[in-house]
Structure formats: structure tokens, C-alpha cells
């Protein structure tokens, strides 16, 4: 015991300054989140499991720091020793300030703590880099962490013990036991509030950044709640009012009309929420060509994003299927060879592209849509000329868009009927675009969707010069919403997203409010072709049936709404029942609904086995 005593004697400062920092950090995340209203018992959840998080968070600290210890010598006066002691003390001490200084921009961006997304960010340290330091004066806090864990460290050294003079051993297999026991009992979703901020402040973010890594692929039949494959398939059936094929979820399109070839080209805007435009209640009028456009065209008022990131929308999009717990599609191994919107079109002649501004290899997108058929245009293929301006994530929307024309008149120079899907970028953080462009200053939200607003009205009055103009239908629809978190683990009012189908010479304008997703738009687009096809698409023809439901998820939780109900699936088998009230908002709902969860459940989990019902073959 006394070898043990001694040996967290000699941690007792970065201890006492490792809780310090946690606690100032959840008052401070506390302060900013808005929390309307907090109980006492609120407090007593964050502070309690907290402390337990960041226990546990410390424990792993605590055992690096330990293996310093089996290499010091017991001799005090050894000045090479105190040096590695001073080395490694001060690079504690700026590892927890930075992490802490990351967490708070994090949270910003997010509401969230670290997260799967923080990991992916990882991966992409390039892109990530550039972002914060035009976003941030980045330099500038690396400076001030450095000299803030500087001077803490030279003021705090003295109160450290320098050497054991014990057995080290010991003390460090404890350490380890330790971490091996609460490894197996302790995980990340221990907090179950209501209040999804709740749950997030309690949390420790180190220890969530590495939960996120070790769990980035989630099992659904392992963690969510499960039907048997005939249930699945029966209530699917009924909802499609069509038998599938067997063994599969193949059905088939018929249509009475001759088909046609319409131009097809999805511009997919970053972060476009509905909530940006004036038809939605916006007073600040930073989408006037967008808010002038919907009168123009068939503009649908009740879509849903079904995720939180650019590569769910697009494989929502792109492969009209449900999103699944974890990775989206478009980063997962054997994502070739997929039964998708441009798989259609390239069987009926179709050329297809996907134009993108930043570096595809991003999220693997550029490995995604080639082998699934698109030709890639990205940073890489645009010439020196064709760049006025560029920030981390890559050329201005204009610029961008500019190039689309490009390489349509390109393909309609080769009589190519031809598909082009276009990913834009500016309503990212840092939030630049050139300047002279708008009436608002650069680096802000709204400032992003104003130019960017700008740049799709000038695409699309350049675009009705061409002679390929009347036969083609312009889409516009956002990858995800700007802010994805609520007060609950999904806020349907932070998916939601507006829909333009725009083609003056095709399409009569009108407004469809029908409940819908974003996995409708490829058969909606199929159905104005009247085109025949025998589909694995999990969305309905929107010009010719309501749906009624949409679908929403940030990765974990998985949700399904119906009417004006919904259901949220999360790990653990876990369910949870909301209903929306007079004011538009989904409250807690007690009683269980059999037939909305086991529909949830059917689009889920059928989903998740896309390697067998949705590939090509």
C-alpha cells in the first residue's frame, strides 16, 4: 500500500490540475449550450459522470505517465532526469490545454463533444489544418497554449516529486488492471438524459475521441433493435404497395409514357438549411435569387436531410437508401458497383460526372463515384486560369461552377445526354468567397450562403444562354443542414432542407409539402423520364406518390418519422418515442408505437445489408 501511496504522491499535481481543467470545461460548455432550464438532479448527472469520465479518461493518462517512471533513477541530483521530468510535465500540460482549447471550437461547430467526425478530421489533417488556420487565429492560440503550459509548468514543478525511490512495477500493473476493468464496464453511453446537451457536457472529450475510433463501424443486428427478414420484407411491401422479387427488395417500374432524355444536373449545396430562406421565415435575405427561383419551380417544403455530413446526403442522393449506423456508404470498403441513380442513367445512354471543387480523395469520394460509373472532375482538373479563389476546401462556388458549364457544353458538343452532379463547398468554415460579390464581409454564415446564392444565380443565367438549357432539369437541394444538433439526440427541424426541381420548359411550378427525404429525389428524377428500370431504390416518385415519412441520423441514432411522430433507434437496443407538439417541436412520447417502430426498423436494418440487396447484382 505504501508503494501505491507513494506512487500517486508523485501524480497528485497533474491529477489535481487534469480535474481542474475538466470541471472549468463543462461550466463552460454548460454556459454556452442554452440550456433552458437544469435541475439540480441535472447538475448531479454532469458533475457525477463526469467525474467517473474523467476518472477513467485520467486513468489512461496516468499509465503513460507511469512508463516515464521506470526510467528514472532514484538518484535526485541526476539534472538529466529532472529536465525529462520538467519535458514531460510541460507536454501534459499543453496536450490537456490544447485538448480543451479544441473541444470549445469543437462544440462551437458541432454541439457536440469529440465525435466520429472528429476522427474522420483526423484522417483528412491537410484539409483540417488550412480550415482552422483560416478560420482561426491558429497560430496565434498554438503561441498562447504554448507559453500558457510553459509558465504553469514552472510554476507548478516545484510541487512535483521527482523521483520513486519504490518498487515502480507495482503501481504501474495496478494502473493498468484498472484501465482493463473500467474498458470493459464503463462506455460512452452511460448518460441517458432527455437533454442531448446533457448527455454531451458530461462526457469527457478525450475519452470520446477515442470511443469514436475503436467504435467507427456499428453492427446493426449487434446494437439495434431487430426484426426477422419475412416481417422486414412484408411491412416494405406494404409500403411500396408492390411484391418484391425474392430474396431481394426488387421491384419493378413501369411507366405508359414514352420515355425521354432530359439534361439532369444536381447541384448539391454544403450545409443549405431551409431556415436560410424566406419561404421558411427568413427575414435577412441572403437567398433573394433562391427565394425568386421557388415560384419557378416545383419547390418541395418538407424534405429531410438523413444526415449530419457532406457523404451521407451524397449517398442518400446518389443511392435513394435509408442512412445506416456508422460510415457512410461512401467510405466503406466494396462500395463498387452499386445499384444507383447514375447506374440508371448510364444504362440509358446517360454520361455522367461528379464535379467537385476541393481534392475528391476527401471522404473517398472520388474512389465512390468512379467506380460507380461517374467520369471525376475535381481540384486536380482545373487549370491555373480557372482559379479566382480557393480556401481549404477548395475553389469559390463561382469557380466551381464555372467549370460545370465547361464541361457541359463539352458533353453536348459529343450529343451526350448527360447527368452532373455538382458538390459546392463555401458554406463551410472558414466561410470566404472573393470579394465585391455581395453586400455582407466575408468569414460568416450567412455571408457563405449569400454568395453562394449569388454564384447559383449566376450559373443558372449563363446556363439558359446554352442550347442545352431547355431539355435539362436543374436540381437544387442541400447534403445536410448547417447545425444538426438539438436538445434531443435528433431535431428534426435541424435536417431540414429545401428541394428545387427547376426546368421552365419541362416542369409547371407548383409546391409540394408532401413529409419527404432525401432518398426520394432519384426516382422523382426517373419518374419526370418516364423510364423503366428494375429498382432497389428504398424512395417513392415524389411528382406521384406521398411518402409520408423521412428519415434522420448523426451516425449513432437512427430516426424515422411518420406523420407527425417519430421514433429514434440507438445502440443497446435502445427506442425512444416522440410526437410533435402545438409549436412544431417533438416531445418525449411514453407509449410505444408497434407498427412506426417496427416500420423503422424494416428500413434500417433491410438497409444495412446494402452488400446483398444493394449492389448492381
Known amino acids: 500500500m505504501y508503494k501505491l501511496a507513494e506512487f500517486f504522491k508523485t501524480f497528485r499535481v497533474e491529477f489535481s490540475l487534469f480535474f481542474f481543467i475538466q470541471l472549468a470545461l463543462k461550466l463552460y460548455l454548460l454556459i454556452i449550450s442554452g440550456i433552458d432550464s437544469i435541475s439540480f438532479l441535472n447538475y448531479i448527472t454532469i458533475f457525477g459522470y463526469g467525474f467517473l469520465y474523467d476518472l477513467v479518461t485520467f486513468g489512461w493518462i496516468l499509465l503513460v505517465l507511469s512508463l516515464t517512471t521506470l526510467i528514472w533513477l532514484p538518484q535526485e541530483e541526476i539534472i538529466i532526469f529532472k529536465i525529462l521530468r520538467f519535458f514531460v510535465f510541460f507536454t501534459f500540460i499543453f496536450i490537456i490545454f490544447l485538448a480543451a482549447t479544441s473541444e470549445i471550437i469543437f462544440w462551437c461547430e458541432f454541439k457536440s463533444r469529440f465525435n466520429f467526425i472528429a476522427v474522420d478530421y483526423l484522417v483528412y489533417t491537410d484539409e483540417v489544418i488550412k480550415n482552422l488556420m483560416q478560420s482561426y487565429a491558429f497560430i496565434e492560440i498554438l503561441i498562447g497554449l504554448s507559453i500558457g503550459s510553459l509558465i504553469t509548468a514552472i510554476v507548478l514543478f516545484k510541487f512535483l516529486k521527482t523521483t520513486i525511490n519504490s518498487s515502480r512495477l507495482l503501481p504501474f500493473v495496478m494502473v493498468a488492471l484498472f484501465n482493463f476493468i473500467s474498458y470493459s464496464f464503463v462506455n460512452n453511453d452511460l448518460v441517458n438524459s432527455d437533454n442531448r446537451y446533457i448527455n454531451e457536457i458530461s462526457k469527457n472529450g478525450l475519452y470520446s475521441l477515442f470511443s469514436a475510433y475503436f467504435h467507427n463501424d456499428l453492427s446493426y443486428e449487434e446494437f439495434y433493435t431487430t426484426l426477422d427478414e419475412p416481417t422486414r420484407f412484408n411491412i416494405l411491401q406494404s409500403k411500396f404497395k408492390q411484391d418484391f422479387h425474392k430474396g431481394s427488395i426488387i421491384r419493378s417500374i413501369k411507366s405508359s409514357a414514352k420515355e425521354k432524355k432530359h439534361n439532369i444536373v444536381i447541384i448539391t449545396v454544403e450545409s443549405l438549411s431551409a431556415e436560410f430562406l424566406s419561404a421558411f421565415g427568413n427575414t435577412l435575405n441572403i437567398t433573394p435569387y433562391l427565394d425568386d427561383l421557388k415560384d419557378k419551380s416545383v419547390f418541395f417544403t418538407n424534405v429531410y436531410a438523413t444526415g449530419t455530413r457532406t457523404v451521407y446526403g451524397l449517398a442518400a442522393i446518389t443511392l435513394s437508401m435509408p442512412p445506416i449506423p456508422g460510415n457512410s456508404i ?200 418516364n423510364m423503366e428500370y428494375e429498382t432497389k431504390f428504398y424512395g417513392f416518385d415524389l411528382l406521384r406518390e406521398d411518402p409520408n415519412r423521412a428519415f434522420i441520423s448523426n451516425y449513432r441514432e437512427m430516426g424515422y418519422i411518420e406523420d407527425d411522430k417519430m421514433v429514434i433507434l440507438s445502440p443497446t437496443r435502445q427506442k425512444k418515442f416522440f410526437i410533435k407538439d402545438n409549436e412544431e417541436q417533438f416531445v418525449a412520447l411514453e407509449e410505444e408505437d408497434k407498427n412506426l417502430l417496427e416500420t423503422a426498423i424494416s428500413y434500417f436494418q433491410t438497409a444495412t445489408n446494402w452488400r446483398l440487396y444493394s449492389k448492381k447484382h
Open 330 to 529: 461512401v467510405r466503406r470498403p466494396e462500395n463498387e458497383d452499386m445499384f444507383s441513380l447514375g447506374g440508371v442513367l448510364k444504362t440509358k445512354g446517360y454520361h455522367n460526372q461528379f464535379v467537385y471543387g476541393g481534392f475528391g480523395y476527401f471522404d473517398n469520394m472520388n474512389y465512390f463515384f468512379q467506380n460507380n460509373g461517374y467520369q471525376i472532375i475535381d481540384r486536380a482538373n482545373f487549370k491555373s486560369e480557372e482559379v479566382t479563389f480557393s480556401n481549404a476546401w477548395g475553389v469559390c462556388d463561382e469557380d466551381l461552377l464555372n467549370k460545370a458549364l465547361k464541361e457541359i457544353d463539352i458533353l453536348y458538343e459529343k450529343s451526350l445526354p448527360f447527368f452532373q452532379m455538382i458538390m459546392t463547398t463555401t458554406n463551410h468554415r472558414p466561410f470566404t468567397f472573393p470579394a465585391g460579390r455581395i453586400d455582407l464581409t466575408t468569414q460568416k454564415r450567412e455571408s457563405a450562403v449569400k454568395y453562394t446564392d449569388y454564384a447559383i444565380g449566376k450559373f443558372l443565367e449563363e446556363a439558359k444562354k446554352k442550347p442545352w438549357f431547355d431539355n435539362t432539369i436543374f436540381v437544387i437541394i442541400a447534403d445536410h443542414a448547417a447545425s444538426s444538433c438539438g436538445k434531443i439526440a435528433l431535431d428534426p427541424n435541424k435536417h431540414h432542407i429545401p428541394l428545387f426541381l427547376y426546368a421552365p420548359k419541362i416542369l409547371t411550378p407548383k409546391i409540394i409539402s408532401h413529409l419527404s427525404s432525401q432518398i426520394d429525389l432519384a426516382p422523382t428524377l426517373l419518374g419526370i423520364l
